[in-house]
């Protein structure tokens, strides 16, 4: 995983969790002034991961394991929602963080499969042989003026609103969490990114990246970082990447299994 601040911000309000112990992966693109977005970023990842590794490894699930969707879906809605109301509280009691919030995209593998949640904008793709694919729909105005029909995917690539998201992490008390469950299989690579990547990087050029570096992971996320920068690094760029190298679908001792198979 690689985070950089790009060629024009003077900080960096991206932060970014990976654990193949825990088979979790978090990313956050922070918004706010006198650096709150950093803030909220940061304290999603922190509560997030810790709050999942509490669940992971209490008792109950240390002994039987988590291996439906429903329970691990539920887990991370009400961990999201939780964080959210965290942030917002933050905000509320100190005038410095007025307005802060966060964007988030979040990846929980267990048995052969990942649950992934997001707020905002940030994505999630998988590549799976030659296919990328974009598991997340951005929740942005940018996003509801294509699915309407108001402008065309071509338009969208220079519209200058296309960093206005339509919900984020602290904004309000509540938030909706979108979740979804997909399948996972030996060789997949999972790509977890800011808007910052895939506003200077074509998919196209993602994916040949990492299709050509997908046996050193460490150096594909620095690939990407070089071509965003490249390319204008107009904003704070992240990358998680994540490669499933075998199966993991035994519901004892599926932790161990995780760290084995996750690169």
Request: proline share 2%; glycine share 8%; aromatic share 4%.
């Amino acid at each position: 995983m690689r985070t950089d601040p790009g060629m024009i911000r003077s900080h960096n309000e991206d932060a970014i969790f990976a654990d193949p112990g825990l088979g979790v992966a978090i990313l956050a693109d922070g918004m706010g002034g006198y650096n709150a977005g950093e803030v909220a970023s940061g304290l999603a990842t922190t509560r997030l991961a810790e709050d999942i590794a509490g669940v992971i490894n209490s008792p109950a699930v240390l002994k039987r394991g988590i291996c439906d969707s429903a329970t691990i879906d539920s887990h991370i809605i009400n961990e999201v929602k939780a964080a959210n109301l965290a942030i917002f509280n933050a905000a509320q009691g100190c005038s410095q963080y007025s307005g802060m919030g966060t964007t988030l995209v979040l990846a929980w593998f267990y048995d052969n499969r990942m649950s992934v949640a997001h707020v905002g904008d940030s994505r999630l793709y998988r590549l799976r042989g030659a296919r990328l694919e974009q598991l997340t729909r951005d929740h942005s105005l940018l996003q509801e003026q294509l699915d309407s029909g108001i402008i065309t995917a071509e338009q969208a690539r220079y519209a200058e609103n296309r960093n206005l998201v339509t919900r984020a992490l602290g904004v309000d008390p509540d938030v909706e969490v979108e979740v979804r469950d997909f399948d996972v299989r030996p060789g997949d690579i999972v790509m977890l990114c800011s808007d910052g990547l895939n506003d200077m990087v074509d998919d196209e050029d993602i994916a040949v990246t990492l299709q050509t570096l997908s046996s050193n992971l460490a150096l594909a996320a620095d690939h990407l970082i070089h071509l965003t920068n490249a390319n204008g690094g107009r904003d704070n760029v992240s990358v998680i990447l994540v490669k499933v190298l075998g199966d993991f679908s035994s519901p004892r001792g599926w932790w161990q299994r995780l760290l084995a198979r996750l690169q």
